[in-house]
């Protein structure tokens, strides 16, 4: 199986659809609050110093890349993981018996 159609198939063990058991929301609140007041803080300490705002577009711009990636990367070592444990779990397919005979 490919790199790519590996990465297409869905992972058995996340939750999806309807009946999906929904996770604690209070770390996403208190992480999301907590990040909000560091924006602004950080927005009020470049007004105050009269500076530009628009030099928080980099550090803006570094931190969603960053998220991003840590998101694709949890999601594909996921994928691999449930690869693996199919790999494992998979029943013998006699190869090795026929490289034996041939010998």
Known sequence: MSVHAALARPVPGAPRGRHAKPRARWPRVVVRTSFLALALTALGAVVGAGWPPVLLVV????????????????????K???????????????????????A
Do not use: Y
Not at 65 to 77: I, Q
Not at 85 to 98: C, K, Y
């Open 59 to 78: 550090p803006i711009a570094i931190l969603l890349l960053l998220v991003a990636s840590v998101t694709k990367l949890r999601t594909a070592s996921r």
């Open 80 to 102: 691999i993981d449930s690869i693996f444990a199919a790999e494992l779990s998979a029943p013998d397919t006699g190869i090795e018996n026929v490289e034996n005979e041939a």
